[in-house]
């Protein structure tokens, strides 16, 4: 019997399980994947959002600026990357001014600090590679990139430090409600909990439905596409550049990553298919032509891969964030800026569910989390002294990135760790590179299947099913790509 069971592993559900580890309470998050960060936390903008957009009267807004003001300790503790870049909304017109003065009113209504309207030649001098039909802009000195999914694995991970269990491939299909517990079933099997967090991401009113059949909260998802160029094009852009905000949101943004690549999109697609992550034509074009308008010259020729997110678009202006019931909360409709909000969405829920059983503080809860320091990082003494500790980091798998077998063997023994191709890639990159795992990718696999003691043709590349091979070639059967 578990006090708390947090239903669904993306940044939002994991930054509550880390949170919650800091009280002594017996915790459990479940994901009906084989991974966490498998939803919308690993295809989004990877945004820290200084936080003028949303008003400043919501929840969307108070948290994004609760949010953005922890987030650099939270990825020192961590160990995740994290970078403040600054951010710009662009005009390009005098009407858009009007927006710009309204956004930077909003922000300085949260408190946001140092946001200015700025000239073009104040643009231009930060990043030269604009549109010369700019005319101004917002500047947001604050706004900040990260790294989502590595972030989402290391909350959990430090989560499972501190005492949370995790339990994956439980795909909640059913909760009833006992007198003092919930039975949380998926199948034949089953969780109890006293205590349920709804954090489902795009899939959140179903879970609620399951226990208010008469609930009228809807989440249909909005599918946005996104090209991610080479290294080769770091530098294109220096800052986070916005257009002027939409009925639909942002627009579409080019930005940094943090690992030096180049990303740009999303598209904004209103779906009824919450698995509809494809990629289309007639989407990427879109986001090409719109880019274009805000930065020359953009070397799509260096996109290296193109990909989709769902993000939970609910009937509601604003989060749902709060008690159903004395013993059912919902984080729900955690659309953008959601990822900026989440340290302090965790914040608060974690205090209000401590309060209801009026837990005590888990004394032995340890809020540091490190990670092996990258090799390509390290300077050649260190590499020497790593290849000295462990010949594996002396055999180097990933060409693009740069990752060696001791990195790959670490990232699946740990807390949280990868069972899947794209989970070692998300975690530490191999196959994120420029040939996105044309090299790597054999390799990773015959490294799963002997940590893992399973034959290779069980590694999937994702989710369940998600088979490489069908077979060895020897024994008579074909071994291909699916």
């Known amino acids: 019997m578990y006090d708390v069971a947090v239903i669904g592993g993306g940044v939002i559900g994991t930054s509550i399980a880390r949170e919650l580890s800091k009280y002594r309470l017996k915790c459990v998050l479940i994901e009906k994947t084989n991974d966490v960060a498998n939803g919308t936390s690993k295809a989004n903008s990877a945004i ?30 961590l160990d995740v990357h994290y970078k403040r870049v600054g951010s710009f909304v662009l005009a390009f017109e005098d009407e858009d001014y009007k927006v710009l003065n309204l956004l930077k009113d909003n922000g300085e209504k949260l408190g946001i600090k140092g946001l200015s309207i700025v000239d073009r030649t104040f643009i231009l001098s930060k990043e030269p590679n604009i549109t010369p039909e700019v005319i101004g802009g917002l500047y947001a000195p604050s706004a900040a990139i990260t790294d989502p999914f590595g972030l989402t694995v290391a909350m959990m991970e430090n989560a499972m ?44 009113d179903e879970i609620l439905k399951m226990v208010d059949s008469e609930s009228t909260f809807k989440i249909r998802p909005r599918r946005g596409q996104y090209y991610l160029l080479d290294k080769s094009a770091d530098g294109l852009v220096n800052s986070v550049i916005f257009q002027c905000p939409g009925k639909k949101g942002k627009g579409v943004v080019v930005a940094p990553t943090v690992d030096g690549n ?28 719109s880019a274009s308008k805000a930065i020359e010259n953009i070397p799509f020729y260096e996109n290296i ?10 009937n509601l202006d604003d989060f749902l964030i709060g008690p159903y019931h004395e013993t059912f909360y919902n984080v729900a409709g955690i659309k953008s800026p959601g990822l900026s909000a989440a340290p302090a969405i965790a914040e608060k829920v974690s205090k209000d569910i401590a309060e209801y059983f009026k837990a ?16 390509m990082s390290m300077t050649l003494e260190e590499k020497n002294n790593m ?43 191999p196959g994120a590179g420029r040939c996105q795992g044309g090299f790597c990718m054999p390799k990773v696999i015959e490294i799963l299947s002997r940590e893992l003691n399973i034959p290779q043709e069980e590694i999937v590349k994702e989710n369940q099913g998600s088979y490489i091979l069908t077979g060895r070639t020897k024994a008579g059967a074909t071994c291909t790509t699916l």
């Open 161 to 204: 430090d501190n005492g949370v269990d995790l339990m994956m491939n439980f795909p909640v299909n059913e909760i009833n409600r006992e007198k003092e517990y919930y039975n949380i079933l998926s199948g034949d099997n089953r969780i109890q909990a006293k205590y349920i967090v709804n954090a489902a991401g795009v899939y959140a």
């Open 305 to 314: 891969t193109t990909f989709a997110g769902l993000r939970a678009e609910s």
């Open 262 to 289: 180049v990303l740009i999109g999303p598209t904004s697609e209103d779906l009824e298919d919450k698995n509809g992550i494809e990629t289309t034509k007639v989407g990427l074009d879109d986001v090409k032509v």
């Open 360 to 375: 005590e503080r888990n004394l032995h809860y340890n809020p540091k989390r490190s990670y092996v320091k990258a090799f």
């Open 387 to 429: 290849i000295e500790e462990n010949p594996m980091y002396g055999n180097v798998i990933c060409r693009c990135e740069q990752i060696t077998e001791g990195e790959i063997v670490e990232s699946i023994h740990r807390n949280c760790g990868g069972r899947t191709v794209n989970g070692i890639k998300r975690r530490i990159r």
């Open 48 to 77: 820290v959002h200084a936080g003028y957009d949303a008003p400043y009267n919501t929840l969307k807004g108070q948290y994004n600026k609760l949010g953005s003001d922890l987030y650099e300790q939270l990825c020192l503790d």
